[in-house]
C-alpha cells in the first residue's frame, strides 16, 4: 500500500482519513457507520484501555457486564433521557425467526438496564456506595459519521455508580473526571481544559456534566469524556430507594462517565503531521522500531547476534520493541513506513555501525538521529521515550495556547471562529443566545472550566460577570 | 441474603442457579434470556480471559474489533453457515427513527462479516497468515437459556484465521484446541476430552471441528471450546484469493475458533460442592480471605497492625487475597459467606493464636484446617494454593474416569445413559443412526477422541472398526 497521505494543509479531513486507513488503525465496515478496528489501532486502543481500567480499579471500581438489549418501555422511563437516544437507536424486531412481543433498544449507553438491576441489589445504606464499569460497544445512529470520532457502533467504558448521599455522587463525578484529566494529558500527552457542561450541552437525564475538551490540530474541539451527575433522575425513574442509617427509605444518587475509542481519533489529531501518525511512548503500541540493515548473509547473521543482546536489554528496561527485518522491503521504506505509523523511537545499525560499536536512533516527533553506543541503546532509549513523551505534551499545549484568544466583542468572536481556534470570553448569556450563536457561527460553549477567577463583561450581553467559558467549533 | 443452597443430589439445576445467584456471579437480565454478570463472576471471567489472551498473543495472535451488524445478504452467502446460524438471529429492522434498507444480523459469530474485510486485506502470500482474535459479545436467540450455560447474549472470543495451504489451517486448528485443553486442565482444573465432532455435530460452515468436552457434577458433557478447519468454504463465498509465490490466484484456507462464557459454568459444575462454590486458586478472583476475630478495641488495634504485616508477606508472594473486616457480620456467617463463594483459602487469626504467633488456614476443597505460624503465612499458603489447584484437578479427573464406561452393546448402552455417565464405544455407524440413538436416549457423541489406538466390535451395529467414540447427554 502506499503510504502517501493528504497534507494537512490542503484538506485535514483527507488527511485524518488517509491516516487512519493508511497507518492500519481503522477501515470502514460494510454497514454505513460501522468501523472494523484493525489490529494496530486495537492495540492503541488497549493501551488506552488498560491504563484507564487500573484507575478506576485503584479508585475502588469493578468491571461487570450488562446486557445490551434494552426493552422500550425502560428506555421510556426516564423522560429527558429518552427524549435525548431514543431517536438515534437502532431497534430488534425479530428474534429466532419471530416478531417480538416488545422491541428491544440496543444500548445508547446503560442508564436504563442499569438501574432496572440496582433496584435488585440495592436496599440498604450497606449495599452503598456501588462502584461499577464495564467495557462494551454501544450503538448510536449517526448520519455523518467518521472512523474512530463517530461511528454507528462504538466501543468505550461506562461507568455506573450509586451513592447514599448528593456529596457523594458528586465527588464522585469529580474524581472520575480528574482520572480523565490523568488519562488525556500525563498518558496520551493531550492537553485538556476540564470544566462543566452548559444545560444545553449536558447529559440527557443528568443534573450536569463535567466534561475534558482538548483542541485537535485543525483548532476545532474535541470532547474527550464525559462526567454525569445524576442527582436522584434515574432512582426516581426506576424507583430505586435505600434504608438509611436512621431506618428511612430514601432515593439513591447516581453518576455515569464514559470515554470511547473517540479518544484514538484524539491521538491522532493532537500529535499527528504531514508524515502521518505520532504516538506518544506509553500508549504506543510499539516504542521503538529496530531495522537492521545488511548486504549479505555474513553481515546477517552478524547484525542478528548484536540484536539479540540489545533485544534482551530492551526487555529488561520493558521497552516495546519490534524487529523490521523483512527481507523483501528497502530500508528507506520502512523508515517511510514506520514514521507513517507513529513509532516514537527507531532504531537503525548496519555493519559500519557495528564495526564503530554505535547505532542510530532516530525521534519521531523532531525527526533528530542520534550515534548511540551499542551497550547504551537501552538506556538512551528509555531517557528519550520520557522525553518524547513530554516533548509532544508541551507541543500540543502551546498549540493550544497559541490558539486560544481572548475577545471582547461578537464581531472579533466571529473573525476568530471563523479563522478557527478556542474562544475564552466571559459569558452572561442564557440557553437562546447559545443556540443563536452556534445557529450563526457553528461554535459550541465547550465547558465552563473548572479554575474561574476572574470577573469582566460578557462579550455578548455586556452585563458583568465572574463566569468565563470557551466556545469553539467541535467534533 | 440467605446462603441456603438447594442440595446437589435433590436438585441438580436448582443447585446451580443457587450458586450462581447466591454466590453473585450472575443474575437474570429483564429480557428473557438475557445475563448480568456481576463483579465477582466477571473478575472470574477476567481471570480466564486473560490467561487465554496471553496463550493466544504468545502463538502469534493479534487483537482487533469488528462490527456486529451483518447485512442479511452476507449471512446468506455461505449455504450451510447460514441454515445452521439465521434462524437463531436477533434482527435489527429500524435504526435512527427509520426502517432500514436491508435488515441487519446482530452476530451469532462473525464469519461472513470478517471474510468479508479479508477480501480487503489478502492480496498476496505475503498477507498471509493473518491471526485475528476478538473479545466480543454475540447474540443466538435460545428458547431453553440458563445462566453462563445459554444464554441470549454472551462473551466470547472468536479467531479467525488465513492461510495460504491447507496444511497451515490443519495446524492452526489442533495448536487451538491444545491451547483450549491447557487453558480447561492447566486452568480451571477441569479435564477434558479433546477429539473431533462427527458430521451432524460440527460447526455449520466447516470441514471439520475439533472440540474438548468436560463432564460436570451430574455427570451430563459440556461442549467447553470448539476448533473449526473451514476449508476454502468462506474463502470461495467471499471470494478471497490470494498470489501465491508462483504468481498463481488460489484460495485462502481458514479456521475459525472460540470459547465464551460458558467456561464459567464449567467451573461452577466440575468443582462445586453443596456449600457453593469451589474455585481453582489460578483462576479465582480472590485465593485467600483473611477474617480477623476481635472481641474489643485493643485486639482489633492489635490485629490489624499483625494483619498489616501479613498482606506485606502475601503481596510479595502475588497472592490475591481480601481482608473481610466487617464488623457488622459474625465471623461464622464469613465463613459461610466465602465458602459458598468458592475461595480456595481462609485465614482465621485471633488475639489467642496471636499469642502462640500463629494462624489457621482451611482449605475449601479438603475442609482441612491447619495451624501455622505467622511467619510461614505466606509460604505455606503459596504451597496449599498449589496444592489445592492439583487435588481440584485430581478429584475432577477421577469423578470422569470413575463414570466413563465401556459398553458392548446398546441395552448397556441405554442403561448407563440412563443412569448418567460418558459411554466410551466401538462405533462404524452413520449420521442416520447417531439421530435415532439421539431420538431415543437425548445422547449425543461427544467427540471422536484424538487418542485412539485400539479396535474392537461398533455396539450398534456390531461392524468391526478401530473408531471408539464418546457418548453422553450435554449441555
Known sequence: MSVKITKRSEDYAKWYTDVVQK????????????????????????????????????SGHVNAYFPMFIPES????????????????????HGGGKKLDEPLYIRPTSETIIWSMYKKWINSYRDLPLLIN??????????????????????????HTAHATAEEAEEETRKIIEIYRVLAEDYMA????????????????????????????????????????????????FDVTYLN?????????????GVSTRLVGGVIMTHGDDKGLILPPKIAPYQMVIIPIWRNGEQKAFLTERISKI??????????????DNEQTSAGWKFNQWEMKGVPLRLEIGPRDLEKKQGILARRDTGEKLFVSIENIHT?????????????????????????????????FKKIIEEGGFVKVFWAGDGKMEADIQEETRATIRCIPFDQKESGKCFYTGKATNTYVIFGKSY
Chains 1, 2 share one sequence.
Open 23 to 58: 497507518a492500519e488503525l481503522a477501515d470502514y465496515g460494510p454497514v454505513k457507520g460501522t468501523m472494523v478496528i484493525r489490529p494496530y489501532g486495537y492495540a492503541l486502543w488497549e493501551n488506552i484501555k488498560n491504563i484507564a481500567d487500573q484507575m478506576f480499579r485503584d
Open 74 to 93: 425502560y428506555m421510556k422511563k426516564e423522560a429527558e433521557h429518552v427524549a435525548g437516544f431514543a431517536p438515534e437507536c437502532a431497534v430488534v424486531t
Open 134 to 159: 464495564q467495557w462494551v460497544n454501544v450503538v448510536r445512529w449517526e448520519m455523518r459519521t467518521r472512523l474512530f470520532l463517530r461511528t454507528t457502533e462504538f466501543l468505550w467504558q461506562e461507568g
Open 190 to 237: 493531550m492537553p485538556v481544559i476540564v470544566g462543566k457542561k452548559t444545560d444545553a450541552e449536558k447529559f440527557a437525564g443528568a443534573v450536569h456534566t463535567y466534561c475534558i475538551e482538548a483542541m485537535m490540530g485543525d483548532k476545532k474541539a474535541l470532547q474527550s469524556g464525559t462526567s454525569h451527575n445524576l442527582g436522584q433522575n434515574f432512582a426516581k425513574a
Open 245 to 257: 442509617k436512621e431506618n428511612k427509605l430514601e432515593y439513591v444518587y447516581a453518576t455515569s462517565w
Open 311 to 324: 533485544r534482551q536489554q530492551l526487555e529488561s528496561e520493558h521497552i516495546r520493541y519490534l524487529v523490521d
Open 380 to 412: 538512551a532509549a528509555t531517557d528519550l521515550l520520557v522525553d518524547i513523551q513530554n516533548n509532544l505534551y508541551r507541543l500540543a499545549l502551546d498549540f493550544m495556547k497559541q490558539n486560544t484568544y481572548e475577545v471582547e466583542n461578537y464581531k472579533d
